[in-house]
């Protein structure tokens, strides 16, 4: 049997015992050695003659996929799926896991950082520093103030229980978590719009929004001039030139930004040139105790379906394949 795997730098995401285990189990590993995301060309070759598939964030599409004749699980190496045709591949008994809740730890202590970045301008003063300038202007504590946190999954809760030590006063907005369920943690859950209006700082924790932006113009004008916005879940959740409009005109005072709508970040997006802007290169996730368990969760993932006909617990489709079918079937 054979594996493709298409993330970038697997010696660094996938440790040696990892791999070990993978080929104990006989597989032959076709990977992705270009350091950067994995090329149609190579995906194209390779994807009709494997039978799993360790995937980045490139490109899945229908078309791909119909080249993948013998495929039976796509482990997907991060938490999105917008780049994963999933519907398609639950049609042909593909299974597809992510590696949700790896990276939650990481991305919670992340978002924390870029709120006292941000709140700061580290960035920026430590460039004034390396320019010979010594300014010293005054800034914003975290401690007591309001916390706006947009999704209340995993990360949303780990930000909310690590911030416990400056006191805050946690707003949530969650129309998939219960009032109760965030009232029993101690939270308040309330709309959108009151979030917006009352939080010192709001944070995004949600997946992709189809393509709608839940930060726009009209969002960013119900924000205090004193907030600031964290974005470490997806970039396209805010709309740039809204934001760009807004940290020019001072109508929010500040963001933080670990991702952006077109990644990698050219230097000539304007939010770069931007004083009250920190920008990280979509690393909230980069810890090396994440790399650890995201790995060890894709090859479990490969092998549980390969070789236990067990669907993982991580699988997003997993009560709409046939696995012990697929198993029977493909050769």
């Avoid at 390969?306 to 079918?325: D, I, Q």
């Amino acid at each position: 049997m054979k594996l493709l795997v298409g993330i970038p730098h697997m010696d660094l995401l996938i440790q040696e015992e990892s791999v070990m285990r993978l080929r104990a189990h006989g597989l032959v590993l076709i990977v992705n050695e270009t350091g950067k995301m994995a090329e149609r060309s190579f995906l194209e070759k390779h994807i009709q003659h494997v039978d799993a598939y360790i995937a980045g964030g490139e490109p899945i599409d229908r078309n791909l996929l119909e080249r993948a004749f013998r495929l039976r699980v796509i482990a997907r190496y991060g938490v999105g799926l917008d780049t994963i045709d999933v519907a398609f591949a639950t049609q042909r008994d593909i299974v597809v896991t992510t590696t949700a809740g790896a990276n939650a730890n990481a991305v919670a202590e992340h978002t924390i950082m870029l709120m006292l970045s941000a709140m700061r301008r580290t960035t920026y003063y430590h460039k004034a520093v390396l320019e010979g300038r010594w300014d010293i202007v005054e800034f914003p504590e975290l401690t007591a103030k309001a916390i706006g946190l947009i999704g209340f999954g995993r990360i949303g809760r780990l930000v909310a229980s690590r911030l416990s030590g400056f006191t805050p006063n946690i707003l949530v907005f969650d129309p998939y978590v219960s009032q109760e369920d965030i009232v029993r943690l101690g939270y308040r859950s309330c709309p959108l719009e009151e979030l917006l209006a009352s939080a010192d700082v709001v944070s995004l924790h949600m997946p992709d929004a189809e393509g709608v932006h839940v930060i726009g113009r009209n969002e960013l004008l119900l924000m205090k001039p004193s907030a600031f916005l964290i974005n470490t879940a997806r970039g396209a959740l805010v709309d740039e030139e809204a934001l760009y409009w807004a940290l020019s005109n001072e109508i929010i005072a500040g963001a933080g930004l670990d991702v952006v709508q077109s990644e990698p970040c050219g230097a000539d997006n304007r939010l770069l040139q931007l004083p009250n802007v920190v920008v990280t290169p979509h690393i909230a996730g980069g810890s090396r105790e994440n790399h650890e368990e995201a790995g060890r969760i894709c090859v479990s993932a490969v092998i549980d379906v390969l070789f236990n006909a067990k669907v993982p617990e991580t699988a997003v489709n997993g009560t709409m394949v046939h696995v012990g079918e697929v198993l029977d079937e493909r050769v």
